[in-house]
């Protein structure tokens, strides 16, 4: 079975600085993997995905994650924080050769002060 | 482009009564799946429909729980005798195609969810 371990429930880091998000997964087949971000009292919006080729993805507000096969991480980075930044980051799974039944982890809370 | 549309954005029930939550895809998509969100934890997956079709049901609580996707209108979540344990948010998310070559996933657009209050 598929699983997604965000280490840290709580994140705090000044303005400017880098943010790291941790993820680990488990899967017995190659996975397809998500970050996604949530405000407070809004839906999820996609942040980025891997699916296959370059495991550097960019993706929006100048955030990256690398998958690393042999670590089973796919870890979230911004090399400069802004407040607008603060919210709740949510890692995801997804089975390949499947639909896109997602398999998200507990969430980690950002937050950035100045 | 209005996108994935879910009301009411809060419900609040007494115990043994009713919920119906409903969630309108975005224009042009024709599959729906909802999440289930507890408080200090993640998204967990319940269920997925395309029109007029359970697809996975994997994830919905044996009892209480229904969903639909009728050919016309909103899909419907309804959770019925609610008890204090089914207090969360609830999350639609849709997309226009299940999966594409290779099983590559398409995009989920999530709403902004309902927030259901068990008293």
């Known amino acids: 079975a598929q699983s997604v371990t965000q280490l840290g429930s709580h994140v705090s880091v000044s303005e400017g600085a880098l943010v790291l998000l941790r993820c680990n997964y488990s899967?017995?087949?190659?996975?397809?993997l998500f970050w996604y971000v949530q405000y407070p009292n809004q839906g999820l919006q996609l942040l980025l995905k891997?699916?296959?080729?370059?495991?550097l993805v960019k993706g929006i507000n100048g955030f990256e994650a690398e998958f690393k096969k042999s670590e089973t991480s796919f870890h979230l980075t911004k090399p400069s924080a802004h407040m607008s930044d603060a919210a709740e980051y949510f890692c995801?799974?997804?089975?390949?050769?499947?639909?896109?039944?997602?398999?998200f982890g507990a969430g980690t809370r950002l937050a950035v002060h100045p | 482009n209005a996108g994935v549309m879910q009301n009411p954005r809060h419900l609040v029930r007494r115990r043994g009564q009713e919920a119906r939550l409903r969630c309108s895809p975005m224009k042009g998509h024709s599959h729906v799946y909802w999440y289930r969100q507890l408080p200090e934890e993640g998204l967990k997956f319940m269920v997925y429909l395309q029109k007029e079709n359970i697809i996975d049901e994997s994830g919905m609580p044996k009892e209480r729980f229904s969903a639909e996707f009728p050919k016309e209108g909103p899909s419907i979540l309804r959770i019925q005798q609610v008890v204090r344990g089914d207090s969360a948010a609830y999350f639609c998310?849709?997309?226009?195609?299940?999966?594409?070559?290779?099983?590559?996933?398409?995009?989920?657009?999530f709403g902004p969810g309902t927030r259901l209050t068990v008293t």
């Open positions: 998310a849709s997309s226009d195609r299940g999966q594409g070559l290779a099983g590559t996933p398409y995009e989920q657009y």
């Open positions: 899967s017995s087949v190659p996975p397809y």
């Open positions: 995801a799974v997804s089975p390949s050769g499947g639909y896109n039944k997602l398999i």
């Open positions: 891997y699916t296959t080729g370059a495991t």
